[in-house]
Structure formats: C-alpha cells, structure tokens
Nanobody
Framework: QVQLVESGGGLVQPGGSLRLSCVAS???????MGWYRQAPGKQRDVVAS???????NYADSVKGRFTISRDNAKNTVYLQMNSLKPEDTAVYYC????????WGKGTLVTVSS
C-alpha cells in the first residue's frame, strides 16, 4: 500500500490561515514534493514545491503567503497558508515526484466570508 493523504482543509475567512498536511506511507519518498491546487473549471497548477535539499519554489500568486516544509521523521509535508484570499479556494493536492509520481486525493480549502 502506497498513499499520500492530505488533511487540514476547511472553511476559513479571508485573511485567515490554514496548515495543510500530507502524510506519506508505503515507502513513498517525500524528498521531492509539491502542493497543487485546482479550482472548478481550471487547470491543476503547482503552488509550491520542495527538493531534497529543501530548495523551495512558489507560484507568484502565493509567494510570501505560503510556506512548504517537511518533517522526514513524520513522513509529512506541510503547506502553511497565511493571508488567505478568496481566489485561493480550491482542492489542494500533494504529489511526490520521485522515484514515481503519486498524488493524494486532495483536501478542499474554501476562503469565504
């Protein structure tokens, strides 16, 4: 069994914060990971990524507001989301890209008053 399980989504007011978690199991490596999001009718886009040496990259739309990190001991990747905006509303997915591509099933984030 291999899987990535996201959690932490929910309803939050604009300006609020959420921390998403992605727990890997079944020998999935979390050294090279990304967080993606997909809103209805839109393409799934990468919002943040982290490499083996902890180099991070962010989409312009979230830069300065989101932070990706990982805890190898817990096999967990996090996405800290601050100053959330309505346009951040989407299903958020985590993905491992090495040695194979695996996707979680997603967690819904809704930013609304």
């Amino acid at each position: 069994q291999v899987q990535l399980v996201e959690s932490g989504g929910g309803l939050v007011q604009p300006g609020g914060s959420l921390r998403l978690s992605c727990v890997a199991s079944g020998s999935i490596s979390i050294n090279n990971m990304g967080w993606y999001r997909q809103a209805p009718g839109k393409q799934r886009d990468v919002v943040a990524s982290i490499t083996r040496d902890r180099i991070t990259n962010y989409a312009d739309s979230v830069k300065g507001r989101f932070t990706i990190s990982r805890d190898n001991a817990k096999n967990t990747v996090y996405l800290q989301m601050n100053s959330l905006k309505p346009e951040d509303t989407a299903v958020y997915y985590c993905r491992s890209t090495w040695p194979m591509s695996y996707w979680g099933k997603g967690t819904l984030v809704t930013v609304s008053s």
